[in-house]
């Protein structure tokens, strides 16, 4: 909105504004660092407060008012100044704010004069400002400098409403320019309006007029939980900046302690304002404010619904999602979920299959993060069997992937570039060659030998870094099956595979690189023969894999039972106890 027609001649010399006039000033006044040298006659028609604090005066009298609680500064009150002179000012979103609040505190009413500032700008603001969807935004921003003010003027509130109106337009009936700038996101060739069109306008805000916003939204129930969801996602990507590599950085963050508090506040808020229905916001969010939790130092409560809340979706969850440097926070999830897990009642057959499927994704989760977390050099092995540990034997079905997950721990090399056919490059590159034989027989302790898969196991005995003993046990756990029958490949005795893993020398290849002497020739040869094993009995395992699903699934509905008729028992003891202790004390008294 443009108001006035006269040229701007206002200047400033030596922090003090004038404007060029024949006549001589005759009003001083102050505000914090700038003086302001003007003339009464044109700020006195126009401004009740300085008529009235000039009142015991006249004109060829000059008086000096110190205004230092104008809201707005001095900018606010140059903008005043300059309309009571006619001179051309162009009022937005941007400075409406501060220029109504100065126009109020200097009194500058249709009471004083008619079509005064004061009357514009209101006008001003319910015709054009709340009519827009970005300048309702900006104008709700610029509150934030004067909140005390904006509150009592009722201006917070209507953009608030306009804003909300707004958002729970249908999308097709949107026509007002929004900001959406989402990666691969093309807006000419998507010619509809997306859901979530109006998040990032309002990211800018702050988390209170943020928190005002949504959780007036919530209570409408006219948009679904994920659309409130990304919301949040995408508040906090744009004031949580090291929510995007928080996953592959250390904890040490450089931040001060303004900065930190500010930072905790907004977690706090964002945890507080998730939807209560499952799969509002992806695991992968969940994880990462959960990581961001301990450097901000946030509350029990929110940390401890982040863990709830993450632990219920866990088995959606992608190796990348998880932080590789806080190995006891993943282990708090997994055993959050396992707690969650033992807490649903089997039900039906689809719930059964449903809770067995869900445990199984974990377990292949966490062997898959062992892997990433092996190569790390400062990793504990009493940390990493813990973590291994805490999987259920239910979740883990084969040991192929924790077998990858420990070798690569031991010598920090790809499991599959150790063994797969073709593959020219076998470097072995030793990180934790530090390891006791103690060390070594606990991280190997936690694999079992009949759930490794007949290639995995003919590497394994060829491990020359595995310890004896585990290398002796899948030797006789391969005697035992040739034994039984359950094995059409013929194998070497148990002397000989021995002696061929444990004496076999060490050579060079051309580049000078390591190798464990085996000719690629028969080792492509011994990977053929496998495979033709392997496949023989595919059909067969698939069969007794379905089996097993239907047995471990009853097993559980079984143990759940007990337990509760183990729970009830427990009760009727403690009651029977309780009322004989009662007939003791009532004979006791008799006597």
């Given at each position: 909105m443009k108001l006035g027609t006269r040229s701007d001649t206002f200047y400033t010399e030596q922090a003090t504004r004038s404007l060029v006039s024949d006549i001589p000033p005759n009003l001083v006044i102050k505000i914090n660092d700038t003086t302001y040298l003007l003339h009464k006659s044109p700020l006195i028609s126009k401004c009740g407060?300085?008529?009235?604090?000039?009142?015991?005066?006249?004109?060829?009298?000059?008086?000096?008012?110190?205004?230092h609680d104008m809201p707005g500064g001095s900018e606010a009150f140059e903008l005043c100044a300059k309309f009571c002179y006619g001179i051309s000012i162009n009022i937005s979103a941007y400075n409406f704010v501060p220029s109504l609040c100065a126009s109020k505190l200097l009194q500058m009413n249709e009471s004083i004069e008619r079509g005064n500032f004061v009357g514009k700008l209101e006008s001003f603001f319910g015709s054009c400002i709340l009519e827009g969807w970005k300048d309702s935004v900006s104008t709700l921003q610029a509150t934030e400098k004067l909140p005390e003010w904006s509150e009592n003027l009722g201006i917070i509130r209507k953009c608030i409403d306009s804003i909300i109106e707004k958002i729970l337009t249908p999308p097709s009936q949107v026509k007002w320019s929004y900001t959406y700038t989402r990666p691969g996101y093309?807006?000419?060739?998507?010619?509809?309006?997306?859901?979530?069109?109006?998040?990032?306008?309002?990211?800018?805000?702050?988390?209170?007029?943020?928190?005002?916003?949504?959780?007036?939204?919530?209570?409408?129930?006219?948009?679904?939980?994920q659309l409130i969801g990304e919301s949040l996602h995408v508040y906090a990507c744009k004031w949580l900046p090291c929510i995007i590599n928080v996953q592959s950085s250390g904890s040490s963050v450089s931040q001060t302690e303004e900065s930190k508090e500010k930072n905790r506040k907004i977690l706090e808020t964002i945890v507080s304002m998730i939807p209560a229905d499952r799969g509002s916001v992806s695991v992968g969010f969940l994880l990462k404010l959960l990581s961001m939790s301990n450097l901000f130092g946030v509350s029990t409560v929110s940390k401890t619904e982040l863990i709830k809340r993450a632990s219920i979706q866990f088995h959606e969850a992608k190796v990348s999602d998880l932080n590789f440097y806080d190995v006891e926070l993943v282990q708090v999830v997994l055993e959050s979920f396992l707690k969650f897990w033992k807490r649903i009642s089997p039900g039906d057959a689809d719930n059964r299959h449903y809770l067995l499927r869900s445990i199984r994704k974990v377990g292949k989760l966490v062997?898959?993060?062992?892997?990433?977390?092996?190569?790390?050099?400062?990793?504990?092995?009493?940390?990493?069997?813990?973590?291994a540990e805490t999987v259920p034997a239910i979740g883990r079905l084969e040991h192929d992937d924790l077998y990858q997950a420990i070798n690569i721990y031991l010598k920090k090399a790809s499991f599959d570039d150790r063994w797969a056919g073709g593959c020219?490059?076998?470097?072995?590159?030793?990180?934790?060659?530090?390891?006791?034989?103690?060390?070594?027989?606990?991280?190997?302790?936690?694999?079992?030998?009949?759930?490794?898969?007949?290639?995995?196991?003919?590497?394994?005995?060829?491990?020359?870094?595995?310890?004896?003993?585990?290398?002796?046990?899948?030797?006789?756990?391969?005697?035992?099956?040739?034994?039984?029958?359950?094995?059409?490949?013929?194998?070497?005795?148990?002397?000989?595979?021995?002696?061929?893993?444990?004496?076999?020398?060490?050579?060079?290849?051309?580049?000078?690189?390591?190798s464990l002497g085996l000719d690629k020739e028969e080792f492509k040869r011994e990977d053929i023969t496998r495979k033709a094993s392997l496949a023989e009995s595919r059909e067969k395992s698939e069969h007794k894999t379905q089996r097993l699903d239907d047995k471990l699934a009853l097993d559980l509905e079984k143990k759940m039972v007990i337990r509760e008729v183990k729970e009830e028992a427990k009760k009727k003891m403690s009651i029977g106890r309780t009322r004989s202790s009662k007939s003791e004390y009532g004979s006791e008294k008799r006597r």
């Open positions: 407060l300085l008529r009235r604090l000039c009142s015991d005066t006249n004109d060829s009298e000059s008086d000096v008012l110190e205004l093309n807006r000419k060739q998507h010619h509809s309006v997306p859901k979530d069109w109006w998040t990032e306008d309002i990211s800018i805000l702050n988390i209170d007029l943020f928190r005002c916003i949504i959780m007036t939204i919530r209570s409408t129930h006219v948009l679904p939980p062997d898959s993060y062992l892997q990433v977390v092996a190569r790390d050099d400062n990793m504990e092995v009493s940390k990493f069997v813990a973590l020219e490059d076998w470097a072995e590159l030793e990180v934790h060659s530090e390891l006791s034989k103690a060390e070594k027989k606990r991280l190997c302790g936690i694999l079992e030998c009949q759930k490794l898969s007949p290639e995995v196991r003919a590497h394994a005995v060829k491990n020359e870094f595995l310890p004896l003993r585990t290398v002796v046990q899948l030797l006789y756990y391969e005697q035992e099956k040739d034994l039984n029958g359950t094995t059409s490949t013929k194998l070497q005795k148990p002397h000989e595979l021995l002696l061929g893993a444990k004496m076999r020398p060490a050579t060079r290849d051309s580049n000078g690189k390591r």
